[in-house]
């Protein structure tokens, strides 16, 4: 089980990771989003930021699809992301290693070729 200070490390540990002020966690590089916290919408009542959930980049539908069908109890939707590149991914459900690889993962199809060669010739 992780929580939001675990996400907090593992993205900040990624090279050019900046986190963006909000009510949760916001992680970007390259002004471009690879894990944030999910802002839950529920009609008729404020918005609520869920820090035991993590919003993360996926790149395609396929690769969506594969996580939503394959491990439902980690990934699921909701229908104001449906079309989008994006799961949702309950902390509780996984560990630290896990956690490490889909944020680095959703980081390396965010970073541009640059500095992902600059992280890959660092041997990370």
């Known amino acids: 089980m992780v929580d939001a200070d675990d996400v907090r490390r593992v993205a900040l540990a990624l090279p050019h ?36 959930i993590a919003v993360l980049f996926v790149g395609d539908e396929a690769e969506k699809q594969a996580l939503l069908l394959g491990e439902p109890d980690v990934f699921f939707t909701t229908p104001g992301y449906e079309g989008l590149p994006l799961v949702l991914l309950r902390l509780a459900e996984i560990d630290l290693e896990r956690l490490d690889e889909l944020v680095t993962d959703a980081w390396r199809m965010r970073v541009p070729e640059a500095l992902l060669s600059e992280r890959e010739g660092a041997g990370k």
């Open 17 to 52: 990771a900046v986190e963006i002020a909000s009510d949760g966690f916001d992680f970007r590089v390259a002004d471009k989003g690879f894990v944030w916290s999910y802002p839950e919408r529920v009609p008729g009542r404020p918005r609520v930021i869920r820090l035991d």
